[in-house]
């Protein structure tokens, strides 16, 4: 898969909502209902990140629940590419970018939305073929004001900005034209999920759906 391509998939599927929910998930039980609580929320597509022993089970279970795009997110190396292919995920999320796992990606055809915190590696991406990006550490990065100076010389990459991203400071970042969403946790709350809270995931996730962009 060319990177143009795969930026093409990853944007497509930024777009779907506002948010991406970014889950780290440790019991495979709860992964069916959790996914079906968000995608009936109108977030349909889940990052599982690969941080829990069950995260690849997870991602099995997740993706067979209808009208959900499950990809796996902390994707580090061929190894986590061809472990998150064969468990069904249709997308990776990494919280940087290396010609390795680059390669890996678009060996395996699994889309990346690869990271990236500065000009540079931004211009990496750039020349590499990438447009579609994670922003990452977004608040610890400089937050929207520095996305926002990073477009202005470099408006063909399109940004979800992941890391501290909550629902107070999700608008700053929707409402940037080189954000497409946003990835955040606050979605699915551990205590929530802990709790089998699913009604109140749905209504977070209805919430977060509701963001303008």
């Known amino acids: ?54 995260a690849l089970d997870v991602i099995a279970a997740m993706a067979g629940v209808a009208g959900g795009i499950v990809g796996a997110g902390t994707v580090l190396s061929e190894t986590d590419v061809v472990a998150a292919t064969a468990a069904g995920a249709r997308f990776a999320v990494s919280p940087g970018a290396t010609d390795d796992l680059c390669a890996a990606c678009e060996t395996h055809e699994l889309p990346l939305l690869p990271g990236a915190a500065t000009a540079t590696e931004v211009m990496r991406l750039i020349e590499r073929g990438y447009t579609t990006g994670k922003f990452f550490p977004a608040e610890t990065a400089g937050g929207a004001k520095a996305l926002k100076a990073i477009g202005a010389p470099l408006p063909q990459v399109t940004f979800c900005p992941t890391g501290g991203v909550s629902m107070g400071n999700a608008g700053d970042y929707l409402s940037l034209p080189n954000v497409a969403c946003v990835g955040g946790s606050w979605v699915a709350p551990g205590d929530k999920v802990a709790a089998g809270d699913w009604a109140g995931i749905e209504a977070l996730a209805r919430e977060a759906a509701a963001l303008p962009r």
């Open 1 to 54: 898969m060319k990177p143009s391509e795969a930026s093409e998939r990853t944007l497509e599927m930024c777009r779907l909502a506002p948010v991406i929910p970014v889950l780290v998930v440790e019991d495979v039980a709860v992964a069916v209902p959790l996914a079906e609580a968000l995608v009936a929320g109108g977030l349909p597509v889940l990052e599982v990140t690969l941080r829990t022993p069950a």
